[in-house]
């Protein structure tokens, strides 16, 4: 009878943790990721890697113009564009494990005022993440510290009607690079 307890416990711990587990999703594992500007590595060749080694490369090209914008929907869809996700009032933070040569604003893309759609455009609160260029760093950012603009007074994220992360180089210089491990959100 103990054993049968002991069991029983046991497969309702270990079912409890792969339930917690399950409900905060890595974008990184589970959603295909879009490139845009002047960086060596195109669609492709990112997705490959991340399904092959578990991460995001990106890197500048050779005298690069423009800025390099590398983005992921929240929601898997099966272009750039597709529907926001309403993430739960009990989520708090975004969770990142990144390593950069240079600072790289993340931004967390809002859907349409009518909660249908991701289409480019719209409200774009963002933070900074700093450069880390020789060891992965992991960095915890409330979705309270997504401000519109980057100001202190911004607009502050609707989780409710969130679209898309971008992690976005403004001003990209010959080799500089982003590499990223994980995105996990707090669901």
Not at 107 to 123: F, I, K, M, W, Y
Request: overall charge neutral; some cysteine.
């Amino acid at each position: 009878m103990n054993l049968f307890l002991i069991l029983t416990v046991g497969f309702l711990i270990v079912g409890f943790i792969s339930i917690k587990n399950d409900s905060d999703k890595d974008l990184v594992k589970t959603s295909t990721w879009y490139i845009a500007g002047p960086a060596v590595e195109n669609q492709e060749i990112i997705n490959r890697v991340r399904q092959e080694k578990g991460i995001i490369k990106v890197t500048a090209k050779d005298n690069p113009v423009g800025e390099i914008e590398l983005n992921v929907l929240i929601t898997e869809s099966n272009s750039n564009d597709g529907a926001p996700t309403n993430l739960s009032d009990n989520s708090k933070f975004v969770s990142i494990t990144y390593k950069a040569s240079h600072l790289v604003k993340l931004q967390a893309r809002e859907g349409n005022p009518e909660g249908t759609g991701c289409v480019h455009g719209g409200s774009h609160p963002r933070v900074d993440l700093a450069a880390s260029p020789t060891r992965f760093t992991t960095i915890k950012i409330l979705w309270s510290d997504f401000k519109q603009d980057g100001l202190p007074d911004g607009k502050i994220l609707n989780i409710h009607n969130l679209c898309k992360f971008n992690f976005v180089n403004y001003t990209p210089v010959s080799g500089a690079f982003l590499e990223i491990k994980s995105v996990i959100i707090e669901k």
